[in-house]
């Protein structure tokens, strides 16, 4: 299963909202000079995790967009599964039960059980500790 620009850069929107002030709104255009990202892009992005839920938008000239829930009980499974769709590494028939089904589904159960319990607070509470484990390489 690959993770496309959409999951990781709506993962990078609610950090960013889950790291903010709680009481202000987030424009997305800050989002976007923070991270170098593409602000007609995060408008898509946040249009869906608006329509289940996740975060609401807030107008006028300091408006933006708040989390709905703490960063505690929003999931990244919650996240990708908006944005990417299911998790599954691969299609499966219906009828098939063989030995390889068994064996992805078990990848695709490990991956649920790892993006379902770890939350937009663990991330913020472990992204100080990323930058220690950053390495520059040049080819």
């Known amino acids: 299963m690959k993770i496309s620009t959409k ?15 709680k009481k202000k709104p987030v424009s997305l255009k800050s989002i976007a000079e923070r991270h170098q990202l593409s602000e007609h ?5 946040v249009a869906p995790l608006r329509n289940h839920g996740l975060v609401k938008s807030v107008r006028g000239a300091y408006g933006g967009y708040k989390l709905t829930k703490s960063p505690e009980e929003i999931t990244v499974g919650d996240i990708i599964r908006i944005l990417e769709g299911p998790i599954a590494p691969i299609e499966f028939e219906k009828e098939d039960n063989t030995a390889q089904k068994r064996l992805w589904k078990k990848v695709r159960d490990a991956i649920a059980e790892v993006l379902d319990n770890t939350t937009l607070a663990d991330l913020i509470r472990n992204s100080s500790d990323d930058d220690q484990d950053e390495y520059m390489f040049y080819i």
Do not use: F, P, R
């Not at 892009?41 to 992005?45: A, D, G, K, N, P």
């Open 7 to 21: 999951g990781q850069y709506g993962l990078i929107i609610m950090m960013d909202l889950a790291a903010s002030d």
């Open 41 to 45: 892009y995060l408008e898509q992005l």
